[in-house]
């Protein structure tokens, strides 16, 4: 048998006992925290397409809602707060090869209480030379409606053409 002396078995604990507290001073205590937050949707916004059909070299056309009923509430928009901002990005201009006319007129179909502004009034006007337009101010929170009068003059074509415009609707609060 091994004879271990007293002394070294001491030694040997006290150097275990310092280990075991110097691994000790190393463990801290953990703790978890979770930050939740909800995304509230600013706007729901609903669009229409439309067709309008042929126009002839020349020709000028002038389509409302009374003569086709999708430029009725082409836009629609309800919004949770007031003093959302619209932004209407179309690329009308790409089209002044083919039109000496295109104007889009946004007017304001259905308003809530209490805005500032009134049906039938003119909320902005797309244009071949003005494709863009950044603030419609939709004053109040609510349901908004927006109709398009259409105006188009065509140019001189080599052969029939089938043109498309397309316009992005942004909502956007500053606040």
């Known amino acids: 048998m091994i004879r271990v002396s007293k002394s070294l078995v001491v030694v040997l604990l006290s150097l275990l006992s310092f280990t075991i ?31 309008l059909g042929n126009l002839e070299e020349g020709q000028t056309l002038y389509y409302t809602k009374s003569n086709m009923t999708s430029l009725g509430a082409a836009i629609s928009v309800t919004t949770t707060k007031a003093n959302v901002y619209l932004h209407l990005n179309s690329d009308v201009d790409s089209l002044s090869t083919y039109y000496t006319t295109y104007n889009i007129d946004v007017k304001y179909a259905t308003v809530p209480v ?40 065509a140019t001189s074509v080599s052969a029939d053409q089938a043109t498309t415009v397309t316009i992005v609707v942004l909502a956007e609060s500053t606040s």
Do not use: M, R
């Not at 001073?25 to 067709?51: D, P, R």
């Open 21 to 51: 507290i110097s691994v000790s001073a190393h463990v801290y205590e953990t703790a978890q925290q979770a930050i939740t937050q909800n995304i509230k949707e600013l706007a729901i916004i609903t669009l229409k397409n439309s067709a």
């Open 114 to 153: 209490g805005s500032s502004h009134s049906v039938g009034q003119t909320a902005c006007t797309l244009l071949l030379t003005s494709p863009d337009y950044h603030s419609i101010n939709l004053d109040v929170a609510g349901f908004w409606a927006f109709d398009f009068e259409i105006t188009t003059t």
